[in-house]
């Protein structure tokens, strides 16, 4: 499952590399965003909202390009975006928008369970997803409480921190996965730090999908020079990952 950023560095190219990963056989794509002052994301993929920003996206220019390019991709799309963005549009408006274009569903990093009522039960009103976020320091009450406010997927972030690749993923992530999916029913895909076929080998057998986002935005970051050369490295990257978990 695949993160791409929206408009780096412009939708035109962004609609190429979801293309492009579809036809390597991903089985979805995760669509960021651009906002000035993200709550999870890394240096990479900061850097990548930076440039889209800097070249003046706007939120409806990801809504068209989805909406036209949309009925070439099989696989569904998730958005992951700030609430701050939900909020200025108007999270009903938001999500109407969303779905029109295409997506499937949001993930909402910065939005707690807590204060996730009213996103959640208008998700629910136009059967749309709403995906949120268990993390390593999540208390277990917690994570089951995190899992039945969500639909579509658990979002099981691996590492404590931000985005980015790590040599190695933390001991102890496939049992805490293991006793979270043992409780719920929903699917759970496990993000953060995964961007090598060993991460790949090793998560599998335990998750339902793997996320890989700053690793592909890495290879994507010379498109302003060579879309060609930026589309052939991250196509390297993902078919590596997919023979991975085709070798399971």
């Known amino acids: 499952m695949p993160f791409v950023t929206a408009g780096d560095p412009n939708m035109a190219f962004t609609s190429k590399v979801i293309t492009r990963l579809g036809q390597l056989g991903c089985s979805m794509a ?30 409806q220019q990801i809504f068209d390009q989805i909406q036209t390019d949309r009925a070439q991709w099989s696989m569904p799309l998730v958005a992951m975006v ?6 200025r549009q108007g999270p009903e408006s938001f999500i109407l928008a969303a779905k029109q274009a ?18 959640s039960s208008l998700c629910r009103k136009h059967d749309f997803n709403l995906v949120q976020l268990v993390t390593p320091t999540t208390p277990p009450e917690r ?49 953060f730090g995964i961007s090598k076929p060993e991460h790949v080998k090793l998560l599998a057998p ?10 592909i935005v890495r290879c994507l970051e010379s498109a302003a020079e060579s879309q060609e050369q930026a589309l052939q490295s991250a196509s390297q990257l993902v078919s590596s990952l997919i023979a991975a978990l085709e070798s399971q």
Request: glycine share 12%.
């Open 143 to 191: 994570a089951l409480r995190i899992a039945e406010a969500s639909s579509g997927f658990l979002y099981f972030v691996s590492v404590t921190g931000i985005t980015g690749e790590r040599a190695q993923l933390p001991e102890g992530l496939v049992e805490r996965v293991g006793w979270l999916k043992s409780r719920t029913s929903l699917p759970i895909c496990i993000g």
């Open 82 to 87: 700030s609430y701050a963005i939900i909020h």
């Open 102 to 119: 295409g997506f499937s569903g949001v993930i909402v990093p910065d939005l707690l369970v807590e204060e996730s009522h009213a996103m």
């Open 206 to 215: 335990v998750s339902d999908g793997l996320i890989v986002g700053s690793a």
């Open 30 to 59: 995760e669509v960021g965003f651009p906002y000035s002052d993200p709550i999870a994301d890394g240096p990479v993929i900061q850097a990548s909202y930076t440039r889209a920003l800097g070249n003046k996206l706007k939120l």
